[in-house]
């Protein structure tokens, strides 16, 4: 399976509001329209200090769940990682990171959990394997 939950908080709920961190234009609007169309709601962060600055300057409970491509300009997806677990505030720290990945090796799937993220899905993409994903982070 391409997706690997490394581990889980204690969170538990229903996601809905999701930030999805993607440089990449295209790669945004089509994860975006999968998302929207399985009824989410999504911002897009397009790299890791903006998706820090995000959850930072946001409500508390503003996003359920993290979307996180890894190779970004500006701020890499483990370096964005290691600075949302450091926030003061533990419901922005604790909220679940999935890392969204073209890498699919295992020592890319060990790096995001050594960075703070809560599983690794590879791309492209998809809706069935990210919802069954996000079940087990969150659940």
């Known amino acids: 399976d391409a997706g ?3 581990g889980r908080r204690e969170r538990t709920g229903e996601v809905r509001r999701i930030l999805l961190v993607e440089d990449n234009e295209l ?5 975006c329209c999968l998302l929207e169309d399985a009824g989410y709601t999504v911002e ?3 790299n890791g200090q903006v998706a820090v600055e995000r959850l930072g300057g946001a409500a508390p409970d503003a996003f359920d769940l993290v979307l996180m491509d890894i190779q970004m300009p500006v701020m890499d997806g483990y370096a964005a990682a290691r600075a ?3 926030l003061p505030d533990p419901l922005r720290s604790t909220v679940p990171i999935i890392a969204v990945s ?3 090796f295992s020592e890319d799937r060990k ?8 599983a690794h899905l590879a791309k ?4 069935h394997r990210l919802e069954r ?3 087990t982070v969150i659940g």
């Open 133 to 135: 994903l996000i079940a």
């Open 27 to 31: 790669n945004s609007e089509i994860a």
């Open 124 to 127: 492209p993409l998809d809706i």
């Open 4 to 6: 690997e939950a490394f």
């Open 84 to 86: 949302i677990r450091a």
């Open 102 to 104: 073209a890498n699919a």
């Open 44 to 46: 897009v962060a397009e």
């Open 111 to 118: 790096r995001s959990l050594e960075s703070g993220m809560d």
